[in-house]
């Protein structure tokens, strides 16, 4: 279920904070040039979120910022568990009083250091994202599910609410109704039902799944890491500002661009029929 509790660490490269961790791990060139996969990998358990797993992620999510070849995040379950995220780990939960939970809780933690990754993050939710799970994979820019995955935000079973973002982010995905359904009753919804109501983008058969992320994210990677900054902030805005003042800031962010390499490289190789050669500045 949702729950926080990361820890500080140091930037380090993005290897080097894999090779710390171990329940996460990275892999650069999977699904593309330029595309950084994140695994979560603790199979025992589900890939259940507990204290370890959230400080793994949340250092490895630093070192992607600082990470010069990665323009592209595919976060993701080990098909070993045979699941994104089951939930957070609930021996952890049953053990906190309030006060303890308060402190666990203070932000930012995993769901917020995803959610404002300035790099396009993909969630590929390979079997279940239930809980903290479903609100891990909420924080993703775009979501792609196999089609029999399961998702939900059964926390209200436990006698408690989705404490990651599950009330709010969940409203604003699929709206209202579709998140009081699924957040006051418990139930769990396929991945095909979750692309109906709009919890995922697409669901795809398992044999396909793996095609199609790298199909989207080869598709970002090959786009202007400093464009792909920039619209990501102008969209982030649209969830969190009224439409007068996401008007203004996707302006503002909009004319920065035009002082870019980017931006008059994009436009010379349109015209001149070639590939750009993106700088991210």
């Known amino acids: 279920m949702s729950e926080s509790g990361e820890g500080d660490g140091e930037t380090a490269s993005v290897d080097a904070a894999a090779a710390d961790a171990e329940f996460v791990r990275v892999e650069r060139g999977e699904y593309g040039d330029g595309v950084l996969t994140v695994t979560i990998d603790r199979p025992d358990a589900r890939n259940a979120l507990n204290a370890q797993v959230r400080t793994e992620l949340t250092r490895v999510f630093a070192a992607v910022e600082e990470d010069g070849e990665v323009?592209?995040?595919?976060?993701?379950?080990?098909?070993?568990?045979?699941?994104?995220?089951?939930?957070?780990?609930?021996?952890?939960?049953?053990?906190?009083?309030?006060?303890?939970?308060?402190?666990?809780?203070?932000?930012?933690?995993?769901?917020?250091?995803?959610?404002?990754?300035?790099?396009?993050?993909?969630?590929?939710?390979?079997?279940?994202?239930?809980?903290?799970?479903?609100?891990?994979?909420?924080?993703?820019?775009?979501?792609?599910?196999?089609?029999?995955?399961?998702?939900?935000?059964?926390?209200?079973?436990?006698?408690?609410?989705?404490?990651?973002?599950?009330?709010?982010?969940?409203?604003?995905?699929v709206g209202p109704g579709q998140a009081r359904k699924l957040v006051l009753s418990g139930e769990l919804v396929t991945g095909i039902e979750a692309a109906e109501i709009g919890l995922v983008e697409e669901a795809h058969p398992a044999d396909e799944l793996d095609e199609r992320v790298a199909d989207l994210a080869g598709k970002m990677a090959a786009k202007s890491p400093l464009a792909l900054a920039r619209a990501k902030e102008a969209l982030r805005a649209a969830t969190r500002t009224d439409l007068d003042a996401g008007l203004a800031y996707e302006s503002e962010l909009f004319?920065?661009?035009?002082?870019?390499?980017?931006?008059?490289?994009?436009?010379?190789?349109?015209?001149?029929?070639?590939?750009?050669?993106?700088?991210g500045e």
């Open 71 to 173: 323009r592209v995040v595919v976060l993701t379950g080990s098909d070993e568990a045979k699941a994104f995220v089951a939930g957070a780990d609930v021996t952890e939960l049953r053990e906190r009083s309030a006060v303890e939970q308060h402190e666990a809780s203070e932000r930012p933690r995993i769901y917020e250091t995803v959610a404002d990754c300035s790099k396009p993050v993909v969630a590929r939710v390979n079997g279940h994202a239930l809980g903290g799970g479903c609100e891990l994979a909420q924080a993703c820019d775009v979501r792609l599910a196999r089609e029999d995955a399961k998702l939900g935000q059964p926390e209200i079973t436990l006698g408690i609410i989705p404490g990651g973002g599950g009330t709010q982010r969940l409203t604003r995905l």
């Open 255 to 279: 004319v920065g661009l035009f002082d870019s390499h980017d931006k008059n490289e994009g436009i010379d190789a349109f015209l001149e029929g070639r590939e750009p050669e993106w700088r």
